[in-house]
Nanobody
Framework: QVQLVESGGGLVQPGGSLRLSCAAS????????MGWYRQAPGKQRELVAA???????NYADSTKGRFTISRDNAKNTVYLQMNSLKPEDTAVYYC??????????WGQGTQVNVSS
């Protein structure tokens, strides 16, 4: 069964950095589009960043220049490097996979809190 497990969340001060990891099993990242979404209290879940099997990336306007998505096919893991964090980045961050067939899978999420 496909499983996506996020890790790396926690509490960080404004201006700090975190790196989130998503370890995948049951699928190969090189054949899928991978993404990171986030959901803050009272707000809809939004796409933060995505990377295709060909390596193309895209980002939400609010995270461009601060966040970087990457993958390590050998480790079957996707990462989200988050720099210059702001309080408005506080949310639960979810790993997402979309196969070429259209099948979609979600992780359980990891909490990121940016606060003084």
């Amino acid at each position: 069964q496909v499983q996506l497990v996020e890790s790396g969340g926690g509490l960080v001060q404004p201006g700090g950095s975190l790196r989130l990891s998503c370890a995948a099993s049951g699928i190969f990242l090189r054949t899928n589009t991978m993404g990171w979404y986030r959901q803050a209290p009272g707000k809809q879940r939004e796409l933060v960043a995505a990377i295709t099997s060909a390596g193309s990336t895209n980002y939400a306007d609010s995270t461009k220049g601060r966040f970087t998505i990457s993958r390590d096919n050998a480790k079957n893991t996707v990462y989200l490097q988050m720099n210059s964090l702001k309080p408005e980045d506080t949310a639960v961050y979810y790993c997402h996979a979309m196969m070429s067939t259209g099948a979609r899978y979600w992780g359980q999420g990891t909490q990121v809190n940016v606060s003084s």
